[in-house]
């Protein structure tokens, strides 16, 4: 079955020190892949994306996220964290080419704190 | 400025009631979708379309019903047949159904039983 992992509840990092937020992922082929945020009481935001091409991908706020096909990995991170970079974080895969391609496959989330 | 406007932003039903969540956009999407959130569980498809007079059920669809009359607006009906409907409601559009478009998401409903 398809699915995707986020294997931390809850990060925390002091300020100024890079964070990493992890996601695997267990989807067949070559997926689609997705970072979004989300602040207390408001929607998620799209941060960053992979489709295909460079493995490191660049998103907004600074955050990047590294695919590893062969660790089935799409790790978000950011070189120096900011306490505005606490919130909810949402890792999402798409099959293309799946049954249900329209259908994004969620991760239960990783709350990060960024203490100062 | 374009976007999703979910109202309203709180929802109280009482017992036996059916209640509906409004979702309008002007992003001029052709694919909208509802999700629930609840703690610690991500986010739960209900219902998509990816056009007009057209949608699919996703994977919770149970006690809910939706229309979709018009491209801009995708409207969530909980019904009394949901027992259990406390929860966080996002609303969400992306230019097609498929392929590598992000989805862009409302500011979502809270809905609470009384």
């Known amino acids: 079955a398809q699915s995707v992992a986020q294997p931390e509840d809850q990060v925390n990092v002091a300020e100024g020190n890079p964070l990493t937020v992890k996601c695997t992922y267990s989807v067949s082929g070559n997926p689609y892949l997705f970072w979004y945020v989300q602040y207390p009481n408001r929607g998620l935001q799209f941060l960053l994306k992979y489709i295909t091409g460079d493995n490191l991908v660049k998103g907004s706020y600074g955050f990047e996220a590294e695919f590893n096909k062969s660790q089935t990995s799409f790790h978000l991170k950011k070189p120096s964290a900011l306490v505005s970079d606490s919130a909810l974080y949402f890792c999402?895969?798409?099959?293309?080419?799946?049954?249900?391609?329209?259908?994004?496959?969620w991760g239960a989330g990783t709350k990060l704190i960024i203490k100062p | 400025d374009g976007g999703i406007t979910q109202s309203p932003k709180y929802l109280f039903r009482k017992e036996g009631q059916n209640v509906t969540l409004s979702c309008e956009q002007n992003?001029?999407?052709?694919?909208m979708y509802w999700y629930r959130q609840d703690p610690g569980q991500g986010l739960r498809l209900i219902y998509y379309s990816q056009i007009v007079n057209d949608f699919q059920k996703g994977d919770i669809a149970e006690g809910y019903s939706v229309s979709r009359e018009k491209k801009e607006s995708f409207p969530l009906t909980v019904t009394s047949a949901q027992k259990n409907p406390t929860a966080f409601y996002l609303c969400?559009?992306?230019?097609?159904?498929?392929?590598?478009?992000?989805?862009?998401f409302g500011d979502g409903t809270r809905l609470s039983i009384l």
């Open positions: 969400a559009s992306s230019i097609s159904g498929a392929g590598g478009q992000p989805q862009h």
């Open positions: 992003l001029n999407h052709d694919a």
């Open positions: 999402a895969v798409r099959d293309p080419y799946g049954d249900s391609n329209y259908q994004l496959i």
